[in-house]
């Protein structure tokens, strides 16, 4: 096997695993059950330790960082924002766990969780 069909294939194997960690999480989106969802936040964890990548910020904020339930605003989180003298904050609340995180708003906008695979189906 030759050095170019020996990189060629890596390239298909990390498409792959880039393709089921996806999978993956967006699929806890549409799971109605916590226990199912925190399970398939899990492999995500798991896929995204294995391939050794980073996710964004906007996927990691969308997780409880301690039972891996995806954090959706009215169902499984609440969502306060709060203003100091440091500037504006955003306190999430996990309801299943009752963990809390707070994020500080600086030239951000408060944003709804969306997958990305099921918006880029979405025309507007």
């Not at 990548?53 to 969308?62: A, F, G, K, L």
């Not at 809390?100 to 025309?123: E, F, H, S, V, Y």
């Amino acid at each position: 096997m030759s050095k170019k069909e020996n990189k060629s294939r890596q390239r298909v194997q990390r498409l792959h695993e880039l393709e089921s960690m996806n999978f993956t999480y967006c699929s806890s989106y549409v799971v109605p059950d916590r226990k199912i969802c925190s399970n398939l936040n899990r492999a995500t964890e798991l896929l995204k330790e294995k391939i050794v990548t980073r996710v964004t910020p906007d996927i990691q904020r969308s997780l409880c960082p301690r039972c891996k339930v995806l954090l959706v605003p009215g169902t499984t989180s609440y969502i306060r924002i709060r203003s100091n003298k440091s500037g504006k904050f955003r306190i999430v609340r996990c309801l299943s766990c009752d963990h809390t995180i707070r994020n500080t708003l600086q030239g951000q906008q408060l944003k709804i969780n969306t997958c990305p695979i099921l918006d880029a189906g979405i025309k507007r």
